[in-house]
């Protein structure tokens, strides 16, 4: 190495290490305070799930690749062009991050053989993959929350899922969210109505885009969901699936209408409304909202009787639905709805270093009654000015600060100042009674 390369060689070596790495795009850091609408509407959303006594799941986030192409369908978007798929380099399985929750929860329950005893109400949480371009709600990892009925056949529980999904709504403060609803039959009505849709957009194939013409054949059903504009008369004239329902299938629809009449709930039929997967029957469903532009869905489900079986379990009837948390999130935003209280219930104020051991001791007894307590942090060169921590006191949020000076220490007891009332009221508590004056404090708050 020459002598130039030498001197150079430390200096390279240092802009290697000061070169920043960023994340991936599409797939987003969430950090407080923002974290904090996260844990707000986790917190609802299991509140609820408990009341309808749904219970929780938590799932892999990489299943087989198999799975989806067995669940979802070869000639599907997700299939085809969105899944992150990669092979084992272990041995050689072929897996993939998964797209949606659905196909795993499905796969957990036959795996483990959760219907044994009948059936369940399940719930999970979690972050999806897909490969697509991010944008405004729309993202490479984004996060579902699911709830799903399985082992149970009849209307009921297809109308109980939709009161579910309509009550989070409620307890979240959602405005402006509508229902539509569609049944999708059975296998046998829908093949007579996909012949039937088939032929009618083959005499118009001049009208069909690219897209549509790939899918003519494959699955003709998400035609139905185009938005190109050229082709919107043609799919408004196409045969509706709804005229093609047999006794059986109108009856389910029909009970689950008569559900929601009964409870309120209003809904507009649209017999254009499919689903993305092959696995759905009977009712299908979705909740928009008009104020997120074109990612106005929020959440959608329905039945899907014959997945269980698909993926290799006893046939067995399943519904369930699945919700953005990235849009619903956005719409609560949007509704200019304030962060959840982030501060502190009291910010303890300490002057010297000599006090922390005190102070630290109170601050635990305060937390273990339930009291959110923030200690004043030093920078290493000491604990900073009176001044400063009340500024850092005051910029907390907190209610309260909690004052370990060398004077009230020395009496055994705790300066209480008030940081919200016009008059920054102040008292002290005694060190030794803190189970006493921290109930005290905490119900004042």
């Known amino acids: 190495m020459s002598e130039s390369s030498k001197e150079n060689a430390p200096k390279a070596e240092k802009m290697a290490k000061a070169q920043k790495l960023v994340g991936v795009k599409g797939m987003n850091d969430i950090l407080p305070p923002e974290s904090a609408r996260w844990e707000w509407l986790e917190a609802q959303v299991r509140d609820l799930m408990a009341r309808y006594a749904y219970r929780n799941v938590r799932l892999p986030i990489v299943e087989p690749t198999a ?12 299939v085809e062009k969105e899944m992150y798929s990669f092979e084992d380099r272990l041995n050689g399985e072929q ?50 929350i699911g709830a799903e009925v399985l082992g149970f056949g009849g209307a009921e529980v297809d109308a109980e899922l939709i009161l579910l999904a309509n009550d989070l709504w409620k307890v979240l403060g959602l405005k402006d969210v509508r229902l539509e609803l569609n049944s ?87 017999p ?25 869905t929020i959440c959608g489900g329905g039945r899907y009787d014959y997945l269980i079986e698909q993926i290799g379990g006893k046939p067995s009837p399943a519904v369930g639905w699945a919700l953005g948390v990235e849009r619903v999130l956005e719409l609560i935003k949007e509704q200019g709805e304030a962060l ?20 630290m001791q109170v601050l635990q007894a305060l937390r273990a009654q339930g009291v959110s307590a923030q200690m004043h942090a030093g920078s290493g060169e000491g604990m900073g000015s009176m001044k400063s921590q009340f500024k850092k006191a005051d910029a907390s949020g907190a209610r309260f600060a909690l004052v370990f000076g060398a004077e009230e220490l020395a009496q055994g007891r705790v300066a209480v100042k008030s940081l919200r009332d016009g008059e920054g009221a102040q008292r002290t508590e005694s060190l030794s009674t803190v189970a006493d004056w921290g109930h005290s404090l905490q119900s004042t708050l």
Do not use: C, W
């Not at 549509?212 to 043609?234: E, G, W």
């Not at 696995?279 to 106005?296: C, D, M, W």
């Open 67 to 78: 799975l989806f192409v067995r669940g979802l369908g070869e000639v599907t978007d997700i």
């Open 340 to 359: 959840p209280d982030l501060a502190p219930d009291v910010y303890a104020i300490i002057p010297e270093a000599a006090a922390l051991p005190v102070a």
């Open 95 to 144: 897996l993939t991050l998964r797209p949606e929750g659905t196909a795993g929860l499905v796969r957990a329950v036959v795996e483990h053989n959760l219907l044994y005893e009948g059936g369940k109400r399940l719930y999970y949480m979690g972050p999806m993959f897909r490969h697509e371009r991010p944008q405004r709600g729309r993202y490479r990892q984004f996060h579902q």
């Open 184 to 270: 999708l039959g059975q296998p046998a009505e829908r093949q007579a109505h996909r012949a039937a849709l088939i032929a009618h957009l083959e005499k118009h194939s001049d009208v069909l885009d690219e897209e549509a013409k790939r899918r003519l054949h494959s699955n003709p059903l998400r035609i139905l969901d185009t938005k190109n504009p050229a082709m919107q008369s043609v799919v408004e004239a196409a045969p509706r699936l709804l005229d093609f329902l047999g006794e059986a299938s109108l009856a389910h629809f029909n009970a689950v209408k008569a559900i929601l009449d009964a409870n309120g709930v209003a809904y507009s039929i649209n």
């Open 272 to 296: 254009r409304l499919v689903r993305g997967m092959d696995y759905y029957n009977l009712t299908v469903f979705e909740f928009i909202t008009t104020r997120l532009g074109s990612q106005g």
